[in-house]
T-cell receptor
Framework: KQEVTQIPAALSVPEGENLVLNCSFT??????LQWFRQDPGKGLTSLLL?????REQTSGRLNASLDKSSGRSTLYIAASQPGDSATYLC????????????FGKGTKLSVKP | DGGITQSPKYLFRKEGQNVTLSCEQN?????MYWYRQDPGQGLRLIYY???????QKGDIAEGYSVSREKKESFPLTVTSAQKNPTAFYLC??????????FGSGTRLTVV
């Protein structure tokens, strides 16, 4: 059974710092890996989607990498800002055309001014 | 703007009562999903539908029911058989290349 783990569960950093969030999964047979952002009491916003054949994706200050063989992904946030404070969720795509995602529990990020 | 609308934002259920959560999308997506989120937990799949008039159970379907009579709508009913329904419920749809869009959620509380 696929399991997704995110470390750390919570992270507090000063503004301007570069940081890395980690995600690991137990079964390398995935279709893709996605990173989402969730603000308190809100829905999820898609940040980056990496297909299984890709190694990384970039969007602005965000860079996500994928190493299927080792079952790991990282989300790199450059020059962090207080507005980056949120919970970041990692999810792996399984089940073929069904489009099902298996989620980690998230990393709660706090960026202090 | 295209998106997913969930209503209501907050819902209170009495013991033994069935309640229905609404989810509507105008993205023309075929696939729709219901997830449950508990504090400090990841999202867990309740039901999903890939096409009108068809839906499949997810990992935690017991105590829930759905319908998919229209492409745009995928309502979730929380029945009295669901013993611990207090949670945050999220509806999502999937477009091309696994692009997911989520609604803003419904927070259900048992009173």
């Amino acid at each position: 059974k696929q399991e997704v783990t995110q470390i750390p569960a919570a992270l507090s950093v000063p503004e301007g710092e570069n940081l890395v969030l980690n995600c690991s999964f137990t079964d390398s047979a995935i279709y893709n890996l996605q990173w989402f952002r969730q603000d308190p009491g809100k829905g999820l916003t898609s940040l980056l989607l990496i297909q299984s054949s890709q190694r990384e994706q970039t969007s602005g200050r965000l860079n996500a990498s994928l190493d299927k063989s080792s079952g790991r992904s990282t989300l790199y946030i450059a020059a962090s800002q207080p507005g980056d404070s949120a919970t970041y969720l990692c999810a792996v795509g399984v089940g073929g055309s069904q489009g099902n995602l298996i989620f980690g529990k998230g990393t709660k990020l706090s960026v202090k001014p | 703007d295209g998106g997913i609308t969930q209503s209501p934002k907050y819902l209170f259920r009495k013991e033994g009562q069935n309640v229905t959560l609404s989810c509507e999308q105008n993205l023309n997506h075929d696939a729709m999903y219901w997830y449950r989120q508990d504090p400090g937990q990841g999202l867990r799949l309740i039901y999903y539908s890939q096409i009108v008039n068809d839906f499949q159970k997810g990992d935690i379907a017991e105590g829930y029911s759905v319908s998919r009579e229209k492409k745009e709508s995928f309502p979730l009913t929380v029945t009295s058989a669901q013993k611990n329904p207090t949670a945050f419920y999220l509806c999502a749809s999937m477009g091309p290349n696994w692009g997911y869009t989520f609604g803003s959620g419904t927070r259900l509380t048992v009173v």
